[in-house]
Nanobody, 113 residues
Framework: QVRLVESGGGLVHPGGSLRLSCVVS????????MAWHRQAPGKQQREWVASILNYGGTMYAATVKGRFTISRDNDKNTINLQMDSLKPEDTAVYYC??????WGQGTQVTVSS
């Protein structure tokens, strides 16, 4: 059974940083393409944020490229998202997702002064 548990969200001022983590069980992140998605308040659709491919390559949405960094810790079977230079429009619930469309429960990120 696949389980994903996100953590690290919170309230931060514009320009600040947060680091999200996703502890994964049931899937080996070393061999699996993983992604972060987010859903902003009042929006029905979730937005893809970043992916780390099975061979280690990374991809980013244009809205976060240069500010966010996705990584994985194979020993801890964890996916991370380092978020720098945060903007109010980054406010959302952030989800960790496998390439088989398994989703975590999400972690809230709020960027506000």
């Amino acid at each position: 059974q696949v389980r994903l548990v996100e953590s690290g969200g919170g309230l931060v001022h514009p320009g600040g940083s947060l680091r999200l983590s996703c502890v994964v069980s049931g899937v080996n992140v070393s061999y699996t393409t993983m992604a972060w998605h987010r859903q902003a308040p009042g929006k029905q659709q979730r937005e893809w944020v970043a992916s780390i491919l099975n061979y280690g390559g990374t991809m980013y949405a244009a809205t976060v490229k240069g500010r966010f960094t996705i990584s994985r810790d194979n020993d801890k079977n964890t996916i991370n998202l380092q978020m720098d230079s945060l903007k109010p429009e980054d406010t959302a619930v952030y989800y960790c997702v496998t390439n088989r469309n398994d989703w975590g429960q999400g972690t809230q990120v709020t960027v506000s002064s």
